[in-house]
Each structure stands twice: as structure tokens, then as C-alpha cells.
């Protein structure tokens, strides 16, 4: 944030449009990390002050997580991990699955939240609508149609392509009558909405979620997986070792109890500390505000990137609708590849942003109309390492550092690149990656090991 950032022929200051896939860490958060470091130490086993700090600290971040999602500590078990693509991992390992049992995505969903389950089940995708919602009426067909196999219902609170926010608590309903349970990727929903996970007791309830430190402004390599306790109170833990263990003879071995049981080895304090910090300062903000600011932020660029001659809008493009989906836009400008748009803000006008399918291959084919035999043409592409011609949108994502000045600043940039006034761009075809002609970069002017 504010830093200034090398551009062609000079430097501008950065603008961050690429919040969804990780947003900088808060000054706050920055603040907590070195305020805690010199009192960290090992947690869970050491005697010394230091480690009965730390230990105090980890425990305190994970009852701030179970709060800032309203879990409750009988029902609820807050599981630290890496992001929300391990979270997910550990679930699907976790839950007594069988390849017969059903798992029920949406067709939006990320990577992470398709193919773990893909190893453990089968995974039907219910349909996307042509403006890329969940499709509810081929939800309840396919509760229907498999009804009595359905184990679980695995959808995305926030999606990070198209932004859209499905009704997480519809689904959870559903989901129950039919005698699932459901898991909601909480990624791009943590640091934008507030989330409730409900108590078993009430329909709507969320049985599992997940999220990733580093999409809420606590890039410290700490995530989190929430939900049943019960769930995790039997079988046997996907990793297994130091910390995971009651006891342990030569022949036996009794797992500790949930959370223990599931955080195999030394735990990471600092980035559980720092995550907890960060959902103190959005809670301290208060996440409604926080979502209102973001959606005046969509409603206005949706607005301005309509006139830049070429745009195309994907998802719902409809500005007045703004407070229903997440700040997440995605776009392509005709007759200039994706990469290049993507390299051309970057390159020329310090913009962070992102481009190509965003970890959501089958989402972003199907927003483009790719039948079957276009999604095999790609796979045939990218596979004998034409990337270039890969197929992709252009994704702009806010957070808490953006204002209506970069947008503006943005959509100034992508009229210029409509019109065609960017400079020469070569690309790699192994990579996809297009670059000016010549540049090279100064990495080490910035910062180098
Ligand atoms: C919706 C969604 N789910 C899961 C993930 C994976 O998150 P992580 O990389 O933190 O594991 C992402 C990351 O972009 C995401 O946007």
C-alpha cells in the first residue's frame, strides 16, 4: 500500500486491484507480528514463560476465530492449517466418505473446492446460470435425484471469479432436509461479509467452512477450517505425529481430542496471531460497513467499465445489484488477449491485477460459451504449451485500500489500451506471459535476499 512501483520509463504509485487473490497485510496486523515476536516461543509443551505466552496467545487466536464466525465451542472446533485449499483437503479426508456417496458442487467453484472431492466421492456440479449463479432449481433436481446419497453440499460463500454470493443459508436448509451437510468456502468471504455459522439446532446452519489468513489482510501463512466437532472427535487425523496424541505405546496409539488431534506438529503462532488480529480490525470496522464501502466501490466501476469501448462485463453487470455479490469483476476487452491487458496495466500504469481463469478452469470456459470440444481445444493447447492462446478474463477485486481514484485511474488505462496506444508486447508461449518489448526487471532495487 502506497508504495511506488517500476513502470515503463518510470514509476507510479501501485494501485492493488487484485484483492481476491491475496489483499497486503494491515498495519495493525504488521504491528501485532513484531510486537509478538520477541515473546515467541514453542506452544502446547514448553514450561519457560515464553511458551506459556505463546500457548496463551495460539489459544486466544482461535477463540477470536470461532467468534468471528459465531461457532460455538461445544458444537464448533476451529482447526488452524495453511489456507483454505489444505482446510478443504482435511475435510474431505476427514468425513466418511465413500466413492458411491454423492458430493454436490456448484459449477463456480474453484480448484480447491472441486478436486479434493473428486478423490473422495462422486462429485456432480449443478449448473451455472448464464450470468454465472448457482442455479437453485438444478440444485433441488439433483437432491432429487439422488436423494439418499447426497453426504454433502460443497459451494463457495463469494465467488472470486465472477464475485457472485450465493444464499449460503438456502443451501444449508436444502442441504439438511435432504440429510446432507454442508461445507461453504468461506476464501472471499472472510474480509467482505460477515459470516454466521449457526448453531446445529437451527436448518440454516453451516456445518463446515474455511478461509485463508492472506485474504484478510494477514498474509502470514495461517487459514482455518471451522466446523462440527463431532466430525473430528473420531477416526484417524490425515497427518499424524508430534502434538496429534493422547498416548503412545510401541502397539497403541490413542489420538488427542479435536482440536490436538488435527494440527500435527509445531502450529504456526505467529500467522494464527496475526490472523486474529486481523479479524479483530475487520470486526472493529464491522464487516457491514466494510461490504456497503466495497459495493458502492463495484456499483461505480461497473458503472465507468461500460464505457470503455470493447469491455465486456461477465457475472451480473448490473451496478445496482452491487451489495448482493462480492467486489470481484471480471472482463475482456475485444481483440486484446487477456495477458495482455493484464501485462499492459502493470507495465505501463503500476495496476495489480489478474488474468487467465483464476483456478476455476471449467467456470471461466463455461462463462465463455466453450463447448466440450472448446474445452478440449484448450486442454490440447495449454498441455503442448501454447498458453498463449489460452482462454481467460481480466479480474479486478477490491479491498479496504481502494477508492474510487483507482478505478478511475483504471478505467482511464483501459480505454488507452482499447484504442490500442500500449506499447509492443511479446509473449511466451510456454508461460502465457506478455511483456514489453526489452524490459527486464529491477527486482533487486526493491528488495532481494
Ligand atoms: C473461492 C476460493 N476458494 C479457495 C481458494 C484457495 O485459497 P488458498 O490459496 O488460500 O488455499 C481461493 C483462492 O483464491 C478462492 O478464491
Redesign the pocket.
Known amino acids: 500500500m502506497g508504495a511506488w512501483v517500476p513502470v515503463y520509463g518510470g514509476t507510479r504509485p501501485y494501485i492493488n486491484l487484485d484483492n481476491?487473490?491475496s489483499t497486503p497485510a494491515l498495519q495493525v496486523v504488521e504491528d501485532a507480528v513484531h510486537e509478538f515476536l520477541p515473546w515467541y516461543s514453542s506452544v502446547h509443551r514448553g514450561n519457560g514463560f515464553k511458551s506459556r505466552l505463546s500457548t496463551h496467545v495460539y489459544e486466544q487466536a482461535r477463540a477470536i476465530a470461532a467468534g468471528f464466525v459465531g461457532a460455538d465451542p461445544q458444537e464448533h472446533v476451529v482447526i488452524f492449517g495453511?489456507?483454505?485449499?489444505?482446510a478443504i483437503n482435511k475435510l474431505a479426508y476427514r468425513l466418511p466418505l465413500k466413492r458411491t456417496d454423492i458430493v454436490i458442487i456448484s459449477g463456480g467453484e474453484?480448484h480447491?473446492?472441486d478436486l479434493p472431492w473428486r478423490n473422495r466421492a462422486t462429485v456432480v456440479r449443478m449448473d451455472v446460470t448464464a450470468r454465472g449463479g448457482t442455479n437453485k432449481a438444478d440444485f433441488e433436481r439433483l437432491l432429487e435425484r439422488y436423494a439418499g446419497r447426497v453426504k454433502l453440499v460443497a459451494i463457495?460463500g463469494?465467488?472470486?471469479v465472477t464475485g457472485h454470493m450465493p444464499d449460503i443459508h438456502w443451501f444449508a436448509r436444502k442441504a439438511h432436509q435432504a440429510g446432507a451437510q454442508i461445507f461453504v468456502?468461506c476464501?472471499?468471504l472472510a474480509a467482505h461479509r460477515p459470516i454466521h455459522i449457526g448453531k446445529l439446532t437451527d436448518d440454516g446452519h453451516l456445518d463446515y467452512i474455511a478461509l485463508?489468513g492472506?485474504?484478510m489482510y494477514a498474509p502470514f501463512g495461517t487459514?482455518a477450517l471451522i466446523g462440527r466437532r463431532d466430525t473430528f472427535s473420531h477416526g484417524t487425523p490425515e497427518y499424524s505425529g508430534g502434538g496429534t496424541i493422547s498416548v503412545v505405546t510401541d502397539k497403541t496409539v490413542d489420538w488427542a481430542m479435536p482440536p490436538e488431534s488435527e494440527e500435527a506438529g509445531s502450529p504456526n503462532v505467529v500467522g494464527a496471531m496475526a490472523m486474529a488480529r486481523a479479524m479483530q480490525t475487520l470486526q472493529g470496522i464491522g464487516l457491514e460497513a466494510i461490504a456497503s464501502r466495497e459495493a458502492a466501490l463495484t456499483a461505480y466501476a461497473l458503472q465507468w467499465l461500460a464505457t470503455v469501448p470493447g469491455l465486456q462485463l461477465y457475472g451480473d453487470t448490473n451496478p445496482e445489484r452491487a451489495a448482493t455479490r462480492a467486489a470481484v469483476i471480471p472482463f475482456t476487452i475485444a481483440g486484446v488477449p487477456h495477458g495482455l491487458v493484464a501485462a499492459a496495466l502493470a507495465w505501463e500504469w503500476g495496476i495489480g491485477v489478474r488474468s487467465g481463469c483464476?483456478?476455476a478452469q471449467p467456470y471461466v470456459m463455461r462463462l465463455l460459451g466453450l463447448n466440450r470440444a472448446g474445452q478440449q481445444r484448450v486442454r490440447y493447447d495449454i498441455l503442448h504449451r501454447h498458453r498463449e492462446r489460452a482462454p481467460g478474463l481480466v479480474r479486478i477485486s477490491f479491498g479496504l485500500c481502494n477508492t474510487t481514484d483507482d478505478i478511475d485511474r483504471l478505467v482511464e488505462a483501459l480505454a488507452a489500451i482499447a484504442e490500442g496506444t500500449h506499447r509492443e508486447y511479446t509473449v511466451d508461449a510456454a508461460t502465457g506471459e506478455y511483456r514489453p518489448k526489452g524490459a527486464k526487471d529491477n527486482f533487486e532495487h526493491y528488495f532481494s535476499l
Open positions: 481476491a487473490a495453511k489456507n483454505t485449499t489444505e474453484h480447491s473446492n463457495s463469494a465467488s472470486n468456502d476464501a472471499q485463508s492472506h485474504k487459514g483464476f483456478c
